[in-house]
């Protein structure tokens, strides 16, 4: 059986991993399909971080396991997260599938599509926080699932924080960071097939390089791969609010091909809910962080998010999570309602918030970050922005769209092109000049010029 389909779900780290198994799949002969009608072995990688997640996931297993029953795919594996948190059940509740491979058993993806191996009968080795040891490197197949112009580059795996609301731990294993050759090696190979911006990704980026020794190690990452030929952009995400390092910022803003934009999740300001979510730090500390921030990098976008509801917060607490969010003026945010997950500190904890209350809270969030938004982008009504050109608008065929540098791409809006010189016909991966005429909450609008 060598056509072989893929659902991935969850996040760029999962889709690395989703992309690693297709090229070690197609380096072993199978052909790969983006039909799934067509695959005669499916591969659905899930995410079990929180609740609609696990849902989601779910769905995707039931819903090739029926198409297992009705069409041509004979083979159904299930791969990620949610098999590492749930593997028993998993085999218990659903025989259609024929393998399960946890996050640490990336490498057996040709063993279990195997027709003539019984994978029912291996083992799902469960990682544990200390025995995790999967890495991928330089020399490790892939095959890009992104359009050409970008790609995800897992710098590290697994997760050493406390956070009590988090089960990464457990299902990623401790932390490790990839050799720095090997990320700068694997960055060139991708620069010369054409990819324009690296997207670096893990679930802790700013410890990047702790484990083996490096001081800095993110900094003098970032700025050996934006000075490597070809390369457009190289941008950062999830970092960790107390490894914001001066040399680091100092980086981004003196490397032109960095970009000028930091991911720093910060799940709360209350002083209280921070503490009860195991991470620290109150409002002030993290206002003079975002102030020292945008001072070292100019024109900096800085995205965050929050989470609402977290076991014991209080009217007073999400109160001075609003003011924090109005005084500091993010580009961009995310909020997520608290998802209560077993195996997790926060699960033990006591003072539940209904969950309509917490989704009351996040409503009114986003409602206050949506005026932020349009007013922040409202202001960039006149400006000429350099735009990463990405072809036909996802909203219209009549429109196109792409990205500035401070838009990362699916979690951010984009930049929709409604004209543009006649004699002009930029192709996805093309750098675009835009004069912004309009703007919207998250998107703006222009024209090439």
């Known amino acids: 059986m060598k056509k072989v389909g893929f659902i991935s779900l969850g996040c760029p780290k999962n889709l690395v991993d989703s992309e690693v198994m297709m090229g070690r799949l197609k380096q072993e002969g199978y052909e790969l399909t983006a039909d799934e009608t067509e695959a005669e072995t499916l591969v659905v990688n899930t995410c079990g971080f929180i609740d609609s997640a696990k849902r989601e996931s779910i769905d995707a297993i039931l819903e090739a396991a029926r198409m297992k029953s009705e069409g041509r795919c004979k083979r159904l594996v299930v791969a990620g997260c949610l098999v590492e948190r749930y593997r028993d059940e998993l085999r218990a509740e659903i025989p259609e599938v024929d393998a399960f491979i946890g996050t640490n058993q990336i490498n057996d993806i040709t063993t279990v599509a195997d027709r003539r191996v019984n994978a029912r009968s291996l083992p799902v080795v469960s990682i544990g926080n200390q025995s995790a040891t999967y890495l991928y490197d330089e020399s490790t197949p892939r095959v890009l699932a992104t359009p050409s112009h970008f790609a995800y580059v897992k710098i590290a795996e697994g997760c050493d924080r406390p956070c009590a609301f988090c089960f990464i731990p457990q299902m990623r294993g401790h932390f490790r960071s990839r050799r720095f050759g090997s990320v700068v090696a694997e960055a060139r190979s991708l620069v010369e097939q054409g990819v324009k911006e690296l997207v670096l990704v893990a679930q802790d980026s700013s410890r990047y390089g702790e484990d083996l020794g490096l001081s800095d190690g993110l900094a003098d990452l970032l700025r050996e791969l934006a000075r490597l030929e070809g390369v457009e952009w190289v941008r950062v995400m999830y970092a960790y609010p107390t490894h914001v390092s001066d040399k680091f910022l100092d980086v981004m803003?003196?490397?032109?091909?960095?970009?000028?934009?930091?991911?720093?999740?910060?799940?709360?300001?209350?002083?209280?809910?921070?503490?009860?979510?195991?991470?620290?730090?109150?409002?002030?500390?993290?206002?003079?962080?975002?102030?020292?921030?945008?001072?070292?990098?100019?024109?900096?976008?800085?995205?965050?998010?929050?989470?609402?509801?977290?076991?014991?917060?209080?009217?007073?607490?999400?109160?001075?999570?609003?003011k924090f969010v109005r005084n500091v003026e993010f580009d961009r945010v995310g909020v997520f309602t608290y998802s209560d997950e077993e195996g997790t500190p926060a699960f033990e904890l006591p003072d539940k918030v209904d969950p309509k209350v917490a989704?009351?809270?996040?409503?009114?969030?986003?409602?206050?970050?949506?005026?932020?938004?349009?007013?922040?982008?409202?202001?960039?009504?006149?400006?000429?922005?350099?735009?990463?050109?990405?072809?036909?608008?996802?909203?219209?065929?009549?429109?196109?769209?792409?990205?500035?540098?401070?838009?990362?791409?699916?979690?951010?809006?984009?930049?929709l092109i409604n004209d543009a010189p006649a004699s002009l016909a930029p192709a996805p991966g093309d750098f675009v000049n835009v004069r912004v005429t309009g703007a919207h909450e998250y998107d703006l609008v222009g024209e090439i010029v």
């Not at 091909?257 to 979510?277: N, V």
């Not at 100019?298 to 209080?314: A, D, K, L, M, W």
């Not at 809270?361 to 990405?390: H, P, Y």
Request: charged share 35%; net charge positive.
């Open 253 to 322: 803003a003196s490397e032109p091909k960095a970009c000028k934009y930091l991911d720093i999740p910060l799940q709360h300001a209350s002083q209280k809910i921070l503490r009860l979510m195991r991470r620290g730090g109150n409002r002030a500390s993290l206002e003079r962080l975002i102030g020292r921030v945008r001072r070292r990098v100019t024109g900096i976008t800085v995205r965050t998010t929050f989470i609402t509801g977290f076991p014991g917060e209080t009217d007073e607490d999400f109160e001075e999570l609003m």
């Open 359 to 415: 989704a009351r809270r996040r409503a009114a969030l986003m409602r206050e970050q949506k005026r932020i938004s349009r007013r922040r982008n409202r202001a960039r009504v006149g400006e000429t922005v350099r735009v990463l050109f990405e072809g036909a608008s996802a909203e219209t065929d009549l429109l196109w769209q792409g990205r500035t540098e401070g838009q990362a791409p699916d979690i951010d809006g984009c930049v």
